[in-house]
T-cell receptor, first 114, second 113 residues
């Protein structure tokens, strides 16, 4: 089955700096890659996603890149703010027989230091 | 959290007791999912349902049961057979018609005393 690895597990940056979180996946059939932000004690919230036919997508300070050949994708947050502090999860999704199977990474705890 | 609600937010259970976690959505989504989250780990799939009156086991279904009698509701029962039930439980739903995004509820934290 699909295996998603996520690095780093923790990341501390100064406010205003950029943060990069990287994920790799194993199944080349995966075609949808969402990123979620989870604040303490809450459910994950989708922040950006990318499909396998796109190499890059940007939404204000957040961008995601996808390299299908290397099977890795990354989340980039620019001009970080204290409210960006949370746990971020990547995921890889594959449709099989009408069922969507989503495999999540183990999460990155981002701390933005004011 | 969109239109997905989970209750209760916190739940305490004595060993040997069954307990049911509620998940309701008003998004008209066909598919619903239950995940378990443990510290330092990703989300692991317990059960999923693609349509009313149908559900399938996920990766860690042992000790859990579900029902899907209504489109809006997908309750999860944690039985006494679940050896380590203390965890954060998340419910999610997804629309149909080529939509891939799963939307999550706020979660229920279950603690076994």
């Amino acid at each position: 089955g699909e295996n998603v690895e996520q690095h780093p597990s923790t990341l501390s940056v100064q406010e205003g700096d950029s943060a990069v979180i990287k994920c790799t996946y194993s199944d080349s059939a995966s075609n949808y890659f969402p990123w979620y932000k989870q604040e303490l004690g809450k459910g994950p919230q989708l922040i950006i996603d990318i499909r396998s036919n796109v190499g890059e997508k940007k939404d204000q300070r957040i961008a995601v890149t996808l390299n299908k050949t290397a099977k890795h994708f990354s989340l980039h947050i620019t001009e970080t703010q204290p409210e960006d502090s949370a746990v971020y999860f990547c995921a890889a999704s594959i449709n099989s027989g009408g069922y969507q199977k989503v495999t999540f990474g183990t999460g990155t705890k981002l701390q933005v230091i004011p | 959290d969109g239109g997905i609600t989970q209750s209760p937010k916190y739940l305490f259970r004595k060993e040997g007791q069954n307990v049911t976690l509620s998940c309701e959505q008003n998004l008209n989504h066909d598919a619903m999912y239950w995940y378990r989250q443990d510290p330092g780990q990703g989300l692991r799939l317990i059960y999923y349902s693609q349509i009313v009156n149908d559900f399938q086991k996920g990766d860690i279904a042992e000790g859990y049961s579900v029902s899907r009698e209504k489109k809006e509701s997908f309750p999860l029962t944690v039985t006494s057979a679940q050896k380590n039930p203390t965890a954060f439980y998340l419910c999610a739903s997804k629309g149909s018609g080529g939509v891939d995004t799963q939307y999550f509820g706020p979660g229920t934290r279950l603690t076994v005393l």
